[in-house]
């Protein structure tokens, strides 16, 4: 009797140990979900009017553009040979960390939820420019940049004369003279590995 009470007690325990590994694992399993689109939802859900919305997105998409260029900037700074885009990456980190701090203080004080990492789409665009020749590393990452500020300086631009909330028109007027001298350096880079690939 007393070896069937240990031997049930012995399953007890054995199966109790396997059910808590199996929450274990299915927990891990789970994908996070994308920081984007969660800042997103939360958003809708805290602001009912759509000028407030479409003020909350701006922070968002602003979170994104300086979470792109920090990693991008990071991969330049450690894959590319060349010490234009070297400078170039470096700067990017720099300049668009203080931007993303700034960035942080305003959507606090506007109770606005921005993603704190990039999302799925920003990290396979870094994942896919890593794994690019040196060569076509550093040409394609001027472009990246100067196509991507190009675009970057027009939503500054829409946002400083349409934005709802007087604060993040601020926001967006100050952020860009940065944003075009950002442009004006990629620029110069891009025009530098061109005429570099063209000695080749």
């Known amino acids: 009797m007393k070896k069937n009470k240990n031997t049930i007690k012995r399953n007890i325990i054995a199966v109790s140990a396997t059910i808590f590994l199996l929450t274990i694992t299915s927990c891990g399993n789970h994908k996070n979900e994308d920081a984007k689109d969660v800042a ?29 260029e920090i990693e991008l900037g990071k991969l330049a700074e450690t894959k590319s040979d ?9 700067m990017m980190v720099t ?7 700034d960035l942080k203080k305003l959507a606090g004080q506007k109770s606005i939820t921005i993603p704190e ?4 789409d920003g990290d396979k665009e870094c994942d896919k ?11 394609d990452y001027c472009d990246k940049m100067v196509n991507g500020h190009k675009d ?3 939503k500054f631009e829409d946002a400083a004369n349409d934005r ?31 005429e570099k690939m063209a000695v080749k």
Request: a negative charge.
């Open 117 to 120: 990492t990039i999302s799925d």
């Open 40 to 68: 997103e939802d939360q958003n809708k859900e805290k602001f009912e009017k759509r000028d407030s919305q479409k003020d909350a997105q701006f922070l968002v998409d602003v979170a994104e553009i300086n979470l792109k």
């Open 164 to 194: 709802n909330d007087e604060d993040i028109r601020a926001f967006a007027a100050t952020m860009l003279p940065v944003l075009r001298m950002h442009l004006d350096h990629a620029i110069a880079c891009q025009k530098k590995c061109d």
């Open 129 to 139: 420019l890593s794994k690019e020749k040196t060569a076509d590393f550093n040409k």
């Open 152 to 154: 970057a300086i027009k």
């Open 95 to 101: 300049e668009h960390t203080k931007a993303l701090e």
């Open 82 to 90: 060349n010490p234009d885009v070297k400078n170039l990456g470096k």
